[in-house]
């Protein structure tokens, strides 16, 4: 069955790098845009970045455009999101999503804990 | 950018009907899709287009649209059904997706 496992996560000081990964399985990983979406703690879902299958289309939420970055490598069927200059209100569980073309977020990951705090 | 509106809570009694409410002018153009995340775990996926249900989803979960307004209906609540529901749709072209604020339910 598919299978979208995260890793990567921690504690990071405002200002430092993290990279998060989100290693597929189950599914032809190349077929399929891929998504990162965000939770804060206690609050709702927030949309995070993008890519397509190819990897050479990507689209950021404005609160993160110029910081995060988003990539894949479909041979090893894992997508990566690079955060540079973290800050505070970036601390919260990212989730990787597949993108379904009729169903958008569909699975996803069981979410990976990021905080930033010096 | 633009915004969808749920209710913070919504309560029933185990056997009743639970209607979750999200409104946002872009649910006149594109489709609303709706996730069950339970305390802990991951969203999952339970109504999409509106009202479709993907396999797996129990016949009591529906959906439906009416102008800016879309509802998720839970008819004979059970207690596994507690957790949060987020609202998703996209913008106009498709490309940027919005979640709504996510709505509590309790079974009493």
């Known amino acids: 069955q598919v299978q979208l496992v995260e890793s990567g996560g921690g504690v990071v000081h405002p200002g430092r790098s993290l990279r998060l990964s989100c290693a597929a399985s189950?599914?032809?990983?190349?077929?399929?845009?891929m998504h990162w979406v965000r939770q804060a703690p206690g609050k709702g879902l927030e949309w995070v970045a993008v890519?397509?299958?190819?990897?050479?289309?990507?689209h950021y939420a404005d609160s993160v455009k110029g910081r995060f970055a988003i990539s894949r490598d479909n041979s090893k069927n894992t997508q990566y999101l690079q955060m540079n200059s973290p800050r505070a209100e970036d601390t919260a569980v990212y989730f990787c999503?597949?993108?379904?073309?009729?169903?958008?977020?569909?699975?996803w990951g069981q979410g990976i804990l990021v905080t930033v705090s010096s | 950018s633009y915004e969808l509106t749920q209710p913070p809570s919504v309560s029933v009694s185990p056997g009743q009907t639970a209607r979750i409410t999200c409104s946002g002018d872009a649910l006149t153009k594109q489709y609303a899709y709706w996730y069950h995340q339970r305390p802990g775990q991951a969203p999952v996926l339970v109504i999409y287009?509106?009202?479709e249900r993907p396999s797996g989803i129990p016949e009591r979960f529906s959906g439906s649209s009416s102008g800016t307004t879309v509802t998720m209906t839970i008819s004979g609540v059970q207690a596994e059904d507690e957790g949060d529901y987020h609202c998703?749709?996209?913008?106009?072209?498709?490309?940027?997706?919005?979640f709504g604020g996510g709505t509590k339910l309790t079974v009493l």
């Open positions: 890519i397509s299958k190819e990897g050479n289309k990507r």
């Open positions: 287009k509106d009202n």
């Open positions: 999503a597949k993108h379904d073309p009729s169903r958008w977020f569909d699975p």
């Open positions: 998703q749709s996209a913008d106009n072209s498709g490309t940027y997706p919005v």
């Open positions: 189950g599914f032809p990983f190349s077929n399929y845009a």
